[in-house]
């Protein structure tokens, strides 16, 4: 005789789609925990905790033979952030789950690594682990992926020069016998311009340039820089300087106007709208305002002793999230709740973008 549910199979992580189906299962059991196989019995699934804007499609499913509901068309639709479940069925108490899960945006991951040799070295694939693709073979050196803010392309430094990838399958290849790239590839966001540095041989400064995505009109921008993310308004550059001292510095490139942080970070990031910086300070990820006053932070999940800051780190589209890896595992930060979710993606990769 039925007298419980108990659920499993509560994904850690899925993405806000209408295609994207998830498959919880409660299971009926009777007073001593055991299975009760009892086929026919109707279990309907709801959201317990979340955003009270999302929605649940699919939620409703009936037991097999062996009293197992399976919800193989469930779809949780809504603003991304932690959500938990809860099932119930006529005469059996609700049951709702511990477990949280995070609905992510629908927006693709590019990961590379130059150090993995037996797979890829680079991937497009979602956040959940789906619709994988392969961009760059084994042993490829394909490394610092950055998407393009209309998510159209990717950019990805390649040896000495810049590759830009236009899924599923073109690859436009920039290089100059008679000029230094050395990476660093980044889109404006408007599309029209490639950020990257160069570091004539023999110096010990690294110059940042831009040109357009054809090649053309190529224009150093300061003196010395690295590390550097364009603002989404196409006009200020956020970079660290490597000599005397690393300072990290915003810029203005029309006025020339620089703020100074009072606390340099490295890899700085642009949210997506442009109103906070995200970068790594030791074991901790640190979010300011374009004026260097730090507004957040973030220490390194539990069982590790800080970030990788190998050049993983990306906000998510609606800038909920931070894209990280630590403990060798490639995981997301809930600005908000400040819970860390690994993600079910190959932990080898250590570079990261992630599509606005």
């Known amino acids: 005789m039925p007298a419980a549910l108990q659920a499993s199979a509560i994904p850690a992580v899925i993405v806000d789609s209408a295609t994207v189906l998830f498959g919880p299962r409660a299971q009926l059991v009777n007073s001593a925990g055991a299975t009760a196989a009892v086929a026919g019995v109707v279990v309907t699934a709801a959201i317990a905790t979340g955003d009270p804007a999302a929605t649940l499609s699919g939620a409703t499913a009936a037991t097999s033979a062996a009293g197992l509901a399976v919800f193989g068309a469930l779809r949780l639709h809504g603003p991304s952030g932690p959500y938990t479940l809860r099932f119930s069925s006529p005469g059996l108490p609700t049951l709702t789950t511990t477990d949280t899960i995070a609905l ?11 150090t993995v040799t037996t797979e890829p070295s680079a991937i497009r694939i979602l956040p959940d682990g789906g619709e994988s693709t392969v961009i760059g073979a084994p042993g490829t050196p394909f490394s610092l992926p950055h998407y393009a803010a209309d998510g159209s392309r990717v950019v990805f430094t390649y040896g000495d020069e810049l590759r830009v990838w236009t899924p599923p399958s073109t690859f436009t290849p920039l290089r100059d016998a008679t000029f230094d790239i050395d990476g660093g590839g980044r889109f404006s966001a408007d599309g029209l311009w490639l950020y990257f ?50 300072d990290l510095i915003v810029r203005n490139m029309t006025t020339g106007a620089t ?98």
């Open 104 to 114: 992510l945006p629908a927006r693709y991951l590019v990961l590379a690594s130059t």
């Open 197 to 246: 540095v160069s570091q004539p041989a023999g110096s010990s400064f690294v110059f940042p340039y831009r040109m357009h995505p054809d090649g053309s009109g190529r224009e150093r921008l300061t003196f010395d820089a690295r590390d550097m993310d364009p603002h989404p308004d196409s006009v200020r550059l956020a970079y660290l300087t490597s000599t005397p001292v690393t």
């Open 259 to 356: 703020v100074t942080f009072p606390r340099a970070f490295d890899r700085p990031r642009w949210s997506p709208a442009g109103d906070r910086l995200a970068g790594f300070r030791g074991s901790w990820v640190l979010i300011s305002t374009p004026t260097g006053v730090v507004v957040d932070s973030i220490h390194a999940p539990a069982g590790s002793t800080s970030f990788d800051d190998g050049g993983l780190l990306a906000w998510s589209s609606d800038a909920r999230y931070l894209l990280g890896r630590a403990a060798g595992r490639i995981g997301v930060t809930d600005l908000i709740t400040k819970r860390w979710v690994a993600l079910p993606v190959p932990g080898s990769y250590t570079q990261a973008s992630w599509q606005r």
